[in-house]
């Protein structure tokens, strides 16, 4: 079984209680599944869970390079010339990012409102942008746009290899037969 769940913002990604946010317990009433790798609290979007431990073996472990997508708004208006180091690998201090796909895009259609909404600053614009990595790293495109000076303002996972979040309702999920 395959469980494609929209994960809100502020949401922790663990099922027991946590003192100051809400879990995946109080969005999927599914036993015995288990989260395909993680998405942090601050970020939205795709999260896969599983009964099926080779498919969360394949689907999160490096050696198998999973696409994820992400829809990322950033501070400023960077050129693809500005964003380009994210093409090639990138030093993150503790670690080498590998070459990344990068567009700029327009705002996703039927994007939710988040809530609490960003921080925006009225003399500096914010643009959209699909990153494609096949790493997933903690923190690692948030880490990545910051290094090229542009801040990730949201962060969206939108799709893990063909799974995405397409007609799934945020804090909804979506049962799959594997």
Same mark, same amino acid.
């Given at each position: 079984?395959?469980?494609?769940?929209?994960?809100?913002?502020?949401?922790?990604?663990?099922?027991?209680?946590?003192?100051?946010?809400?879990?995946?317990?109080?969005?999927i009433a599914v036993p015995n599944v288990y989260a395909v790798?993680?998405?942090?609290?601050?970020?939205?979007?795709?999260?896969?869970?599983?009964?099926?431990?080779?498919?969360?073996?394949?689907?999160?472990?490096?050696?198998?390079?999973?696409?994820?997508?992400?829809?990322?708004?950033?501070?400023?208006s960077p050129s693809m010339a500005e964003l380009s180091p994210?093409? /090639?690998? %990138?030093?993150?201090?503790?670690?080498?990012?590998?070459?990344? #796909? &990068? *567009?700029? @895009?327009?705002?996703?259609?039927?994007?939710?409102?988040?809530?609490?909404?960003?921080?925006?600053?009225?003399?500096?614009?914010? /643009?959209? %942008?699909?990153?494609?990595?096949?790493?997933?790293?903690?923190? #690692? &495109? *948030?880490? @990545?746009?910051?290094?090229?000076?542009?801040?990730?303002?949201?962060?969206?996972?939108?799709?893990?290899?063909?799974?995405?979040?397409?007609?799934?309702?945020?804090?909804?999920?979506?049962?799959?037969?594997?």
């Amino acid at each position: 079984m395959i469980i494609l769940f929209n994960k809100p913002f502020n949401v922790v990604c663990q099922f027991s209680p946590h003192e100051k946010h809400q879990t995946l317990k109080d969005y999927i009433a599914v036993p015995n599944v288990y989260a395909v790798g993680r998405l942090d609290t601050d970020s939205e979007g795709l999260l896969i869970l599983t009964d099926d431990g080779a498919l969360q073996h394949r689907l999160s472990h490096p050696k198998y390079k999973e696409l994820k997508t992400y829809w990322v708004q950033v501070e400023g208006s960077p050129s693809m010339a500005e964003l380009s180091p994210l093409l /090639t690998t %990138l030093d993150l201090g503790d670690f080498i990012s590998m070459p990344a #796909q &990068v *567009r700029i @895009m327009a705002e996703p259609e039927h994007l939710w409102k988040r809530v609490p909404p960003i921080r925006e600053r009225k003399a500096i614009p914010t /643009t959209w %942008l699909e990153i494609k990595i096949t790493e997933g790293k903690n923190r #690692q &495109v *948030r880490r @990545m746009t910051a290094k090229v000076g542009f801040p990730t303002l949201r962060l969206i996972r939108y799709a893990i290899g063909d799974y995405t979040i397409d007609n799934i309702v945020l804090g909804s999920y979506l049962r799959v037969d594997a």
